[in-house]
């Protein structure tokens, strides 16, 4: 797996570390117990397309958000979590 | 047929050619008492102690491709009961009882070798935390032995001692533990299962969970729909595609862990040991090739096979622990995708779903689990509770706060 990165450009997939999902939204102060299990414990974990965090430790050191197949190991689309974050609100 | 030294010597004279099959390849009838799903060793030790102990006979163990070709048939095959924690040792003491008189139980040879695990340390503090583990362990009723260097020496003379970095100081044995044939625990069960009337169906992908009233009516399969009265998920890494067919959600992500096998050797490693400054666990199987493995590749994967950057970490710390690895070939590399939890333990228990049992989040160690998984989970479907041994191992212990972290890694999946 080699991981493009908006920065340092093409890189082997042991500069990263990884992370995990990046889709669970974190809950907004006062939500219910329900809801902080559910956004700590609990994962789609698809077979197929996922969204997932990503950090170039051995590079830039930037957080990504990368869109990759965990079935395939494809890698769609690499972002920068920072940007993401910004866009989503 | 009952395989004994009689039948050995009767089917010698007629030339090996009248042995029957060891378990029928059953076509789906349209209704069960109880469907299994995964035909791994937990689904298919399950349907064996759901007829053996609690008399259920109309039972169906469905399997999308082959019996023991996911984990079952892909893992490092090491049985040990070394745990630290309240919740799981009486657990993994109860299945290593299990393993012990499994042959017997089974009149099938899983080639059960109690040779002996032991897990390295190499400073002060990692032997303080071993005699911690050791003494939970034989406050359990379990046995362990703490190991010094100069005894390590003569019994493991191809270690490491003297590595500048993570020096060998000692270790915690435990005698009991050991190896077993993986394909043979599969077998085995099928074999004592179908014996009992469980239809074996292979071929047979679940598409589907059927439901009225949110209780469980049956399954969807590749084979077409089959009715069921209680279903059991027993699918290790793709456990959280099982739970979404019936909406749920689980504490569960799928991840890949690599291992690794050499050319055959004369014997060379009597016992399993295990590197405590990484992660590298080594064993030499009964064909010679020495078999181990490492952490997993790190990232959610259904993939069945990992990376190249893990290849070379974990043969790195074989090289660390083993230097005299570094003369041998591998000869095969393959993975398995494992259902790894939340805290790092397993769930065997009922959902809120009527009818709908699972058993997952296995992690690195669910093989030693088998006889006890299977034992505890037909307890908890035929009985619709959970026996002592597993009660601790329920799916909303992460609602309760009840977590069961052995590492202390917190709900990080990939790092337990
Ligand atoms: C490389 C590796 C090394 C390991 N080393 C050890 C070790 O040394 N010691 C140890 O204790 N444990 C070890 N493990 C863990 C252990 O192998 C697993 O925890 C255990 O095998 C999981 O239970 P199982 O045997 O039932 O799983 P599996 O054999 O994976 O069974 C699940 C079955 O479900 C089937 N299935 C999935 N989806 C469907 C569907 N929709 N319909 C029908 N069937 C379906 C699959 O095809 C599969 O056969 C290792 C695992 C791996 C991958
Ligand atoms: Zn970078």
């Known amino acids: 797996m080699r991981i493009n990165c908006p920065l340092c450009g093409e890189r082997a997939s042991d500069e990263f570390s990884y992370l995990g999902d990046a889709t669970p939204g974190r809950p907004p102060s006062g939500a219910s117990l329900k809801e902080w299990h559910d956004y700590v414990y609990l994962r789609d974990n698809p077979r197929g397309p996922h969204h997932e965090y990503w950090h170039h430790v051995g590079g830039c050191r930037a957080w990504l958000v990368i869109h990759r197949d965990t079935f395939t190991h494809e890698i769609f689309d690499v972002g920068l979590a920072c940007d993401i974050e910004e866009s989503v609100g | ?416």
């Open chain 2, 1 to 416: 047929m009952k395989y004994s030294l009689f039948n050995l010597i009767r089917n010698t004279f007629s030339g090996h050619s009248r042995w029957t099959p060891a378990w029928r390849d059953a076509t789906p009838k349209t209704h069960y008492d109880v469907i299994i799903i995964g035909g791994g060793g937990h689904g298919l030790a399950t349907a064996y102690y759901l007829a053996r102990e609690h008399g259920i006979h109309n039972i169906a163990v469905l399997e999308k491709g082959y019996i023991g070709g996911g984990n079952a048939g892909r893992n490092t095959t090491i049985v040990r009961a070394n745990y630290l924690l309240e919740g799981n040792q009486p657990f993994y003491e109860w299945s290593l009882k299990l393993w012990e008189s499994l042959e017997q139980e089974l009149n099938y040879n899983v080639m059960m070798s109690q040779r002996g695990v032991i897990n390295l340390y190499h400073s002060d503090a990692q032997r303080d935390a071993y005699v911690r583990r050791g003494n939970a362990m034989l406050m359990h009723g379990s046995d362990a032995v703490l190991m010094k260097r100069d005894e390590l020496r003569d019994m493991l003379p191809y270690l490491d001692y003297d590595n500048a970095r993570f020096p060998i100081l000692g270790g915690l044995m435990q005698p009991r533990g050991g190896t077993a044939r993986h394909d043979a625990v599969v077998w085995g069960y099928a074999r004592g299962a179908d014996m009992r009337d469980v239809d074996i169906i292979q071929n047979c992908e679940v598409t589907g969970i059927r439901m009225e009233n949110g209780a469980i009516t049956g399954v969807d399969t590749t084979r077409g729909a089959i009715g069921a009265n209680k279903i059991g998920l027993a699918v290790a890494g793709n456990s959280s595609r099982l739970a979404a067919m019936a909406g749920m959600r689980l504490p569960i992500e799928s991840h890949v862990l690599q291992a690794f096998v050499t050319e055959g050797l004369k014997p060379l490693i009597d016992h399993v040991v295990t590197f405590g400054a990484g992660h590298f666990y080594i064993s030499q199987s009964d064909k010679g090739g020495l078999v181990f493995g490492g952490d997993l590749d790190g990232y959610n994967s259904y993939a069945q096979r990992g990376n190249l950057p893990m290849v070379e970490h974990v043969l790195e710390s074989g090289m660390a622990m083993m230097p005299s690895l570094g003369r041998l070939r591998v000869l095969r590399h393959w993975g398995g995708i494992m259902d790894m939890s939340m805290d790092g333990s397993p769930i065997i228990d009922k959902t809120p779903i009527d009818g709908l049992y699972l058993n997952t989040g296995w992690c690195y160690g669910g093989f030693k689990a088998t006889p006890a998984s299977g034992w505890c989970f037909a307890h908890t479907i035929a009985r619709d509770h959970a026996h002592r041994y597993n009660a601790p191992y329920r799916l909303d212990r992460f609602m309760t706060g009840n977590l069961i972290d052995e590492r202390g890694g917190g709900p990080r999946p990939n790092v337990h």
